[in-house]
Nanobody, 119 residues
Framework: QVQLVESGGGLVQAGGSLRLSCAASGSTFSIIKMSWYRQAPGEQRELVASIQGDASPIYADSVRGRFTISRDNVKNTVYLQMNSLRPEDTAVYYC?????????????WGQGTQVTVSS
């Protein structure tokens, strides 16, 4: 089992910045990929960014160049630095951990943190 706790959401004006954090605990050794997703009202949950091993992070086209995903392996924490925020970035942001425990894959989710960008 992996537990995820997010923090850092809030209300910010357009053009501002926020940094989200996601602290993982439990069987963190089984995690192979960490991701941030978001879900706006009436919309489907969408991938924002993910980071896996030594590979280059992956970003949604809508956030590339504005958001940066990073991790601290000592703290078992992944971050999402969000700059140049836009009203359309308003959503609940969820942390996801994809784990592999032979022979099964597991997905774990945080509780979500609200990000609201005012125009």
């Amino acid at each position: 089992q992996v537990q995820l706790v997010e923090s850092g959401g809030g209300l910010v004006q357009a053009g501002g910045s926020l940094r989200l954090s996601c602290a993982a605990s439990g069987s963190t050794f089984s995690i192979i990929k960490m991701s941030w997703y978001r879900q706006a009202p009436g919309e489907q949950r969408e991938l924002v960014a993910s980071i896996q091993g030594d590979a280059s992070p992956i970003y949604a086209d809508s956030v590339r160049g504005r958001f940066t995903i990073s991790r601290d392996n000592v703290k078992n924490t992944v971050y999402l630095q969000m700059n140049s925020l836009r009203p359309e970035d308003t959503a609940v942001y969820y942390c996801n951990a994809h784990a592999f425990w032979d022979p099964h894959d597991y997905d774990y989710w945080g509780q979500g943190t609200q990000v609201t960008v005012s125009s």
